[in-house]
């Protein structure tokens, strides 16, 4: 979906273990992963939100085994060949007057963190410390000033269907097309405010495709059985892409940092940045206030957060249950827990809970642009 590696939606198997599709070289697809338990799931997605926990985990006082035998399965390692081992990391320690996380351009001079230079920020630490992982090395940056321009990720459509194959932020497009992934000719739906219209035209234009569908309005559902077929507002209209305009703002580093972010109002929600302490500038994408979009009512059958596999209709039906607060739907549903840490799900989540007349605080997530293993964090002094 991202085209970046922050979503976790293309995993495949390779020779060499399992990577994502979006960082993998052309020919390391090795074949369609085979999912035996697919139909077990589709089973489970027509009962209601933990009908197996209410009838199945019985008698009552034996449910601590069954449930310790499902953590202890969701625990256990992929099969099949292993990663090789990450390399052990040399620790040290730096101080500098400004870090700049995002765009070196915006400071320059400053010590810059940029994935495009290969260096990730892990997270932003007591005494003004910013952990960085660059090359072969693991830092402590000490710092004065922080600089946050850590851009924005796309924000899942609240709409059925939303999590074919298919669905594509503007970004990930544009991403494929440089790789050569998409064929001329392709049939595209863009969803997006008038700026990223203009933008996914341009895109269209470089890479041959045929935009069949725009608006700034988002369709009632996509259609597809294996991808996406069709764009569905009261006509349907054939496409192989959705293209998303979506976009929500990359706050966990400034909130891990002390910063302040709260629901938007106006128009398609958004987590947006409300106050930063003083030696923060958060500043681009990330210090965005509105979407841009038309709010949209989130469908049922949607899904709030694919990474756990949890549908806006078991957040509606968690909160019915009197878990009335974020991290209680969190804890509850696993909504915001998975690879992208909440970055594409964060904001549904949080509008189908104010939807239901519950306060809607932002929950912790993890800092890191995109997924890292312990073993890429060992290092030695």
Not at 214 to 220: F, T
Not at 335 to 349: D, E, F, N, R, W
Request: with cysteine; hydrophobic share 45%; proline share 8%.
């Amino acid at each position: 979906m991202c085209g970046a590696g922050y979503c976790a939606q293309c995993e495949i198997a390779t020779p060499t273990g399992r990577v994502l599709a979006c960082q993998a070289p052309p020919d390391a697809h090795t074949g369609r992963r085979a999912d035996p338990l697919r139909p077990l799931g589709r089973m489970a997605e027509r009962v209601p939100p933990w009908f197996y926990e209410r009838r199945f985990l019985r008698p009552r006082r034996l449910r601590r085994l069954p449930l310790h035998l499902l953590r202890h399965l969701s625990a256990a390692g992929h099969l099949g060949p292993a990663a090789p081992p990450s390399p052990v990391r040399r620790f040290s320690e730096i101080e500098v007057e400004t870090a700049v996380v995002g765009r070196q351009d915006l400071h320059p001079g400053g010590f810059a963190v940029d994935l495009a230079d290969g260096s990730l920020a892990l997270g932003v630490y007591p005494d003004r410390t910013l952990g960085v992982l660059r090359g072969d090395d693991l830092l402590a940056v000490r710092f004065e000033n922080l600089v946050i321009a850590t851009g924005s990720h796309l924000r899942l459509p609240p709409i059925a269907g939303n999590d074919l194959p298919g669905v594509i932020g503007i970004d990930g497009l544009e991403r494929f097309g440089l790789a050569g992934g998409l064929a001329p000719g392709l049939r595209i739906a863009v969803w997006a405010a008038a700026e990223q219209a203009v933008a996914a035209e341009r895109l269209a234009a470089r890479f041959g495709l045929e935009i069949v569908w725009m608006s700034d309005r988002a369709p009632r559902r996509l259609v597809g059985r294996r991808q996406v077929e069709a764009v569905d507002d009261g006509r349907r209209t054939a496409c192989s892409l959705f293209v998303t305009g979506a976009r929500q703002p990359a706050l966990e580093l400034a909130m891990q940092g002390g910063a302040q972010a709260a629901l938007t109002s106006d128009g398609l929600p958004i987590v947006a940045l409300a106050d930063a302490p003083g030696w923060m500038r958060v500043v681009g994408g990330a210090a965005r206030r509105s979407s841009g979009l038309p709010d949209v009512p989130a469908a049922d059958a949607a899904f709030a957060c694919l990474c756990e596999d949890v549908r806006v209709g078991d957040i509606r039906a968690c909160v019915a249950q009197g878990f009335r607060h974020p991290e209680l739907v969190k804890r509850r549903t696993g909504a915001m827990t998975g690879p992208c840490q909440g970055k594409l799900c964060s904001a549904l989540v949080l509008a189908a809970m104010r939807d239901l007349g519950v306060d809607v605080p932002p929950t912790r997530s993890r800092p890191l642009t995109r997924p890292v293993t312990l073993g890429e964090l060992a290092a030695h002094a």
